[in-house]
């Protein structure tokens, strides 16, 4: 598509002072919104008719640690299934304070996104309705997708804790029985 697609198009002249940049390349539309405007463009794009960005599909960000300010973005991808089209989002997000508005409110799939975004790069989401780690263990020390973070870094040590009442705590206690009764005298 072109830089003047017709969404793009529509998108600066509905949101202009909410809206940084925008551009396209091969298709692949992208728009850079204020963070301090996000709840109110992220409605937009959801309730709006003519764009209709009703599937949230992906929250990621990236860190450009000495290469440009702010450091962060906060990466968004919307799907419009009713239109078929896609839209990029970003939102610069400064080191001093990593922090922008949740979207559990609009889009409930945005809380496992939003965790993985705090787990990985430290970014928090204001308003989120449980921002705890979701692929480390809560002693993890630091964010282990930003740029500065010591690759040669242990972390602590935690002893493995019981999961009472899920599959994988069953199973886990019927092998170890089995285990038992195997090596047990005359087993």
């Excluded at 009472?164 to 087993?187: C, H, I, M, W, Y």
Aim: net charge neutral; hydrophobic share 35%.
């Amino acid at each position: 598509m072109a830089e003047d697609s017709p969404t793009l198009q529509y998108l600066k002249e509905r949101l202009a002072d909410g809206i940084l940049d925008t551009h396209a390349f091969r298709g692949d539309q992208t728009i850079v919104v204020r963070r301090e405007r996000l709840c109110e463009t992220f409605r937009t794009f959801r309730d709006d008719p003519k764009l209709a960005f009703n599937f949230l599909t992906d929250i990621t960000a990236v860190d450009y640690l000495g290469k440009r300010e702010p450091r962060f973005e906060v990466v968004y991808h919307l799907y419009s299934m009713p239109r078929g089209e896609r839209l990029r989002v970003k939102v610069p997000v400064p080191e001093a304070d990593p922090v922008v508005d949740s979207l559990t409110p609009l889009w409930k799939g945005a809380n496992w996104l939003e965790r993985e975004v705090w787990d990985m790069f430290g970014i928090r989401f204001l308003g989120h309705p449980d921002l705890r780690r979701i692929l480390l263990y809560e002693e993890f020390q630091g964010h282990p997708l930003r740029k500065d973070y010591p690759v040669n870094l242990w972390q602590p040590l935690v002893p493995e804790r019981e999961v009472a009442g899920t599959f994988v705590d069953e199973r886990s206690r019927n092998k170890l029985t089995r285990l038992k009764q195997k090596l047990a005298p005359g087993g």
